[in-house]
């Protein structure tokens, strides 16, 4: 599994500013914002909250509010429609035509595009500079958006890293599934009377060595970034008991799928076997971010042909 970079590659480290700089961003009780975006300014000022008759809007959209002293409005021309009906205006003598509401979709799909730009932001912070370097500040710099929407999407951090975690733990179960299904695709071509035989069994445990290689040859190569934040939320002992919550569902969702692969191949103990291979995967993928450039596929496959030669003999 991995985690991707959909918005921008990072070089390395970036400087953070203290995190006290931005407790007055989005915050209520007489703190101000501005954020520019586009044509339009959206500046926020008092409590933040929309005063009767005015409509909030996300910041950085450019929406403007309606004048407070717009003279009342009079009976429309022919052929307009009032104002507020939803109604198109049309010639007259012609069907006024409504508005459908599809305007509000490409809104609605660049909203969903910002937060997900800012969950992966938030890995890479994670993954580059630490967990205690992850900020709104350092966010907003590495998505590239206005400081106040990180506070407009997240009310805090620790929602933030929540959905974060939650983000790439569903696309990295997403593709590691992917690795699962041919392994559990290959056992069903044997049946009991097949999985009997010793030299089968060395043969499909040589056979899973070389898929789970694959797997990690793949997710470190073409994504350390990934591996970093899980080494992050498995093993950081700074982080809350919230976020240790994720990290195990995480965890327990693997857990699970190699307990089916061992029932599978009828180990001994499935439960404890699984926890092996689990605890030797999360070894291998730690120590190859730890000491770069020597993940050696050939030694890998090895190490693993005799950890499952072991649990299926």
């Known amino acids: 599994m991995q985690y991707k970079d959909s918005s921008k590659t990072t070089t390395g480290p970036k400087p953070c500013r203290a995190e006290s700089e931005e407790t007055a961003i989005g915050t209520t009780g007489g703190t101000t914002g501005t954020g520019t975006t586009g044509t339009g300014t959206l500046t926020t000022a008092g409590t ?43 010639p007259q003598g012609q069907a006024p035509t409504h508005s459908t509401g599809t305007s509000t979709k490409p809104r609605r799909a660049k909203g969903e595009q910002t937060r997900r730009q800012i969950l992966e932001a938030a890995l890479r912070v994670i993954a580059d500079q630490g967990y205690r370097a ?41 593709e590691a599934g992917g690795y699962l299904q041919a392994a559990l695709d290959y056992l069903d071509r044997f049946d009991k009377a097949a999985l009997a ?3 089968v069994r060395r043969e499909i445990a040589d056979s899973l060595a070389r898929t789970m290689t694959d797997y990690l040859e793949h997710h470190i190569r ?3 970034q990934g591996v970093a934040v899980e080494m992050t939320f498995f093993f950081d002992l700074h982080l809350d008991e919230s976020q240790r919550e994720l990290a195990h569902k995480l965890r327990s969702r693997f857990l699970a799928d ?14 404890t076997d699984a926890e092996l291979i689990m605890g030797t995967l999360q070894h ?10 020597q993940f050696r596929p050939d030694t890998i496959s090895r190490q693993l042909s005799r950890l499952m030669r072991a649990l299926v003999a």
């Open 222 to 224: 073409e994504h350390p």
């Open 197 to 199: 035989d010793a030299a």
């Open 284 to 293: 291998l993928e730690c120590q190859a971010i730890a000491v770069p450039g």
């Open 258 to 271: 190699f307990v089916a692969v061992c029932r599978r191949l009828g180990t001994a103990e499935p439960e």
């Open 134 to 174: 992850l900020t709104h500040r350092a966010v907003a710099r590495e998505a590239g958006v206005n400081l106040s929407l990180t506070t407009y999407y997240f009310k805090d951090l620790s929602q933030l890293v929540a959905e974060a975690f939650t983000h790439y733990k569903d696309a990295l179960h997403r």
């Open 48 to 90: 933040g909250t929309p005063t009767q008759g005015q409509a909030s809007s996300p910041p950085g959209t450019g929406a403007q509010q309606a004048s407070p002293t717009a003279p009342p409005p009079g009976p429309p021309p022919p052929g307009q429609a009032p104002p507020g009906t939803g109604t198109a205006p049309t």
